[in-house]
């Protein structure tokens, strides 16, 4: 039974840090391109990055780019969000996601974790 799941949200203030966690089971994740979404409420999902099997490249929504980074753990089936510069507008639950590859569609899914910005 493939599992992902979220850890490291949590309120933080306008311009602090956090590091979002996600760890697979069932999967052997270097397998896999690995992405972070979010989603507001009353917002629709958005995606905010992702990075390929080996790490070596990530891509990044223009809202998070430069304040975000993405980076991955293949021998500890984990992948990492490094969040910084945070603001309010950042306020959302995380989610992350696995796909065989880029353009094929998000096949697993975590739960998620919420993260809230305040000013």
């Known amino acids: 039974q493939v599992q992902l799941v979220e850890s490291g949200g949590g309120l933080v203030q306008a311009g602090g840090s956090l590091r979002l966690s996600c760890a697979a089971s069932g999967l052997t994740s270097s397998s896999y391109v690995m992405g972070w979404f979010r989603q507001a409420p009353g917002k629709e999902r958005e995606f905010v990055g992702h990075?390929?099997?080996?790490?070596?490249?990530?891509i990044y929504a223009d809202s998070v780019k430069g304040r975000f980074t993405i980076s991955r753990d293949n021998a500890k089936n984990t992948m990492y969000l490094q969040m910084n510069s945070l603001k309010p507008e950042d306020t959302a639950v995380y989610s992350c996601a696995a796909a065989a590859r880029v353009g094929v569609g998000w096949t697993y899914w975590g739960q998620g974790t919420q993260v809230t910005v305040s000013s």
């Open positions: 990075i390929t099997r080996t790490g070596a490249s990530t």
